[in-house]
């Protein structure tokens, strides 16, 4: 599973975290691991 946390929007990302545990929200790891990604592209691009 990727860590949201290692992302520069982790604080919104730990509030989906949250959201499995507490059941309230449908895919929000599947919203953060895309999220994760796009940031993985971003500073490949950079480099």
Not at 13 to 34: A, E, K, Y
């Amino acid at each position: 599973a990727v860590s949201c946390d290692s992302t520069s929007n982790n604080q919104q990302c730990s509030n989906r975290r949250l959201g499995i545990v507490f059941g309230r929200l449908q895919r929000p790891q599947q919203q953060c691991r895309r999220h994760h990604q796009g940031l993985l592209k971003e500073r490949r691009a950079g480099e």
